[in-house]
């Protein structure tokens, strides 16, 4: 069974144009959160949301809105994408009770606008 | 956060060990060090995870000298699959928002 899945795994639109990806747990997490990974694979954080509620929310512009319609889900629409856009946007969830900072990816969606 | 800096890139062969070195000078007294791999094309995955001293789990071990300013990933007996980008951590146990660096990449050849 996947862990944290999204879809699409692939996503390739021009510029302009308003997409979403889904993401989803199954593990019972409470919180859940957004990536984006450039093509120097650096690694950066967008958002965090805790049983539905926003808790993290980085240097984002607005264009990119997260939507959490429960804790089991946390999708992301972006509006009116750009060039630099294009990146490999991960999901991932981990528990509550953390001692460990241990959160858990999704496979990732690359994303790639024209 | 804890700033951390790792070798870009490390070669390997097959059966060897490979050790890899992360430091961070300024860690604080309630920062945990913190490893993940990241596989072409896939999300990263927690490896492991210390305080002080060593641990050791089925993957990796993880050395950490008692002032604690540097770590030492190790992998015992490196296979081709162990080919993956590394990445070492600073934070606080609980932290929500982990720091990723730039990583270092793992190649291990035939």
């Known amino acids: 069974d996947t862990a944290v899945s999204q879809t699409p795994k692939y996503l390739v639109t021009q510029m302009g144009n308003d997409k979403s990806i889904k993401c989803e747990q199954n593990?019972?997490?409470?919180?859940m959160y957004w990536y984006k990974q450039d093509s120097k694979k650096f690694l950066k954080i967008m958002f965090s949301?805790?049983?539905?509620?926003?808790?993290i929310n980085e240097t984002v512009p607005n264009r990119f809105s997260p939507k959490s319609p429960d804790k089991a889900h946390l999708n992301l629409h972006i509006n009116s994408l750009e060039l630099g856009d294009s990146a490999v946007y991960f999901c991932a969830s981990s528990p509550r009770d953390k001692t460990y900072n241990e959160q858990f990816f999704g496979p990732g969606t690359r994303l790639t606008v024209l | 956060l804890a700033k951390t800096t790792q070798p870009i890139s490390m070669d390997s062969y097959e059966g060897q060990e490979v050790n890899i070195t992360c430091s961070h000078n300024n860690i604080a007294t309630n920062d945990y060090i913190t490893w993940y791999q990241q596989f072409p094309s896939q999300g990263p995955r927690f490896i492991i995870q210390g305080y002080k001293t060593k641990v050791t789990n089925e993957v990796a071990s993880l050395f950490i000298p008692a002032d604690r300013k540097s770590s030492t990933l190790s992998l015992p007996r490196v296979s081709l699959s162990d080919t993956a980008v590394y990445y070492c951590l600073v934070g606080p146990p609980n932290d929500y928002k982990l720091s990723f660096g730039a990583g270092t990449t793992v190649t291990v050849r035939a």
């Open positions: 949301y805790n049983n539905k509620e926003l808790i």
């Open positions: 593990l019972g997490h409470d919180t």
